[in-house]
């Protein structure tokens, strides 16, 4: 099955900076990225995807790259806000038909410090 | 569109109850439905994918026994935690994807989950 890594666990920065985050998978065939943001006790948000035959994709602030090759994508953020603060997830989707599911990393916690 | 609601939003229940989640699509019809499980500053970790008229496939180390999931109809999936013990105790979020047929890279709608305490 897949496998996605997700890093870092955590990241804090300063409003109006950049935030980055990482994930690699490790199944070739998943064709399909999401961002999910969640608020605490709250559900995940759907904030930007990617299609595996597009390297990048950008929605204002936000933008997402990948790789193929190197089986990693990534999630940018410029000119964060206090209102970014949440947890992020990425997820990589495996499979065809109604077999198909997300697999998701760990999480990162971003802190943005006005 | 694509709304998808969970109820109860909470439960607080004894050891050994039985406690049924429902999983509603409201505004779409959902082929598919997952089940996942999200232990405080944790990932959601998948529990089982559920298809309208089939069993749920369940992932490995889910006991099919003691999470009972049910798909009856296309808007509507329930998940059955039997026998509730505090382990238990999570944060369950459903999330629903329209008929496949549609496109092959639909998104996942999430619930607003369900908040599982058992004393």
């Known amino acids: 099955g897949e496998n996605v890594e997700q890093h870092p666990s955590t990241l804090s920065v300063q409003e109006g900076d950049s935030a980055v985050i990482k994930c690699t998978y490790s199944d070739s065939a998943s064709n399909y990225f999401p961002w999910y943001k969640q608020e605490l006790g709250k559900r995940p948000q759907l904030i930007i995807d990617i299609r595996s035959n597009v390297g990048e994709k950008k929605d204002q602030r936000i933008a997402v790259t990948l790789n193929k090759t190197a089986k990693h994508f990534s999630l940018h953020i410029t000119e964060t806000q206090p209102e970014d603060s949440a947890v992020y997830f990425c997820a990589a989707r495996l499979g065809s038909g109604s077999a198909r599911q997300l697999t998701f990393g760990s999480g990162t916690q971003l802190t943005v410090l006005p | 569109g694509a709304v998808v609601s969970q109820h109860p939003s909470w439960v607080i229940c004894k050891s050994g109850t039985s406690v049924k989640i429902e999983c509603r699509s409201l505004d779409f019809q959902a082929t598919t439905m997952f089940w996942y499980r999200q232990f405080p500053k944790q990932s959601l970790m998948l529990m089982a994918t559920?298809?309208?008229?089939?069993?749920?496939?369940?992932e490995q180390g889910v006991e099919k026994d003691k999470f009972l999931i049910n798909h009856a109809s296309l808007t509507l999936s329930t998940l059955t935690v039997t026998s509730a013990h505090p382990e238990d105790s999570s944060f369950y979020i459903c999330?629903?994807?329209?008929?496949?047929?549609?496109?092959?890279?639909?998104?996942?709608?999430f619930g607003p989950g369900t908040r599982l305490t058992v004393l």
């Open positions: 999330s629903a994807r329209e008929s496949w047929g549609k496109s092959s890279y639909n998104e996942q709608f």
């Open positions: 559920s298809n309208e008229g089939s069993k749920a496939t369940y």
